[in-house]
Nanobody, 119 residues
């Protein structure tokens, strides 16, 4: 059982920056990796960025490479998503997720935090 609490969403103008945070609690020792997903209205969920929990191996969606950075504070069981040069198309509900094994899908999810980028 892992619980995730997200924060940092809000309204920002195009070109601005925003930093999302996700704090994990519970059986955090079982976490294999964490990720940020996003879902815009009428569109399917997509993975934005992911990070291995033991080592800082990261991956990004092509749409955010060079603009977004995922990082972690292992001691605080926290993962961050630094979003720079935001675009209106980045507008979505952003979800924090965690997985207990590299062989399974992400099995723990946060409530989501709204990110709105205005032009």
């Amino acid at each position: 059982q892992v619980r995730l609490v997200e924060s940092g969403g809000g309204l920002v103008q195009a070109g601005g920056s925003l930093r999302l945070s996700c704090v994990a609690s519970g059986r955090t020792f079982s976490i294999n990796g964490m990720a940020w997903f996003r879902q815009a209205p009428g569109k399917e969920r997509e993975r934005v960025a992911s990070i291995n929990w033991s080592i800082t191996r990261t991956s990004y969606a092509d749409s955010v490479k060079g603009r977004f950075t995922i990082s972690r504070d292992k001691a605080m069981n926290t993962v961050y998503l630094q979003m720079n040069s935001l675009k209106p198309e980045d507008t979505a509900v952003y979800y924090c997720a965690a997985k207990s094994s590299s062989l399974v899908l992400y099995d723990y999810w946060g409530q989501g935090t709204q990110v709105t980028v205005s032009s």
